[in-house]
Nanobody, 115 residues
Framework: QVQLVESGGGLVQAGGSLRLSCAVS????????MGWYRQAPGKQRELVAT???????TYVNSAKGRFTISRDNAKNTMYLQMNSLKPEDTAVYSC?????????WGQGTQVTVSS
């Protein structure tokens, strides 16, 4: 049974920081790309950042320079360091992992940024 469990969300003031974690349990055959997505109320889910097994990263324009995605393959954990948070970053953040045969999702963690 594969599970992705996010943690680290919460309420923070604008300009603050949070670090999200995504812990992977179970065995995912040939994980390659992992990513963070977010969905704000009334909006479509948005890809925030991705990271490959080799460490190549991509970011949505609004996250560049503020967010950093990383992964610790030995701990089966991925992170999203979010700095200089803005109210428009408020959303449910979910992680996903792309394996050789399936895509796996976590349940999401709420991030709320107050102005």
């Amino acid at each position: 049974q594969v599970q992705l469990v996010e943690s680290g969300g919460g309420l923070v003031q604008a300009g603050g920081s949070l670090r999200l974690s995504c812990a992977v349990s179970g065995t995912i055959f040939r994980i390659n790309t992992m990513g963070w997505y977010r969905q704000a109320p009334g909006k479509q889910r948005e890809l925030v950042a991705t990271i490959t097994g080799g460490g190549f990263t991509t970011y949505v324009n609004s996250a560049k320079g503020r967010f950093t995605i990383s992964r610790d393959n030995a701990k089966n954990t991925m992170y999203l360091q979010m700095n200089s948070l803005k109210p428009e970053d408020t959303a449910v953040y979910s992680c996903n992992a792309v394996g050789a045969y399936s895509v796996y999702w976590g349940q999401g963690t709420q991030v709320t940024v107050s102005s």
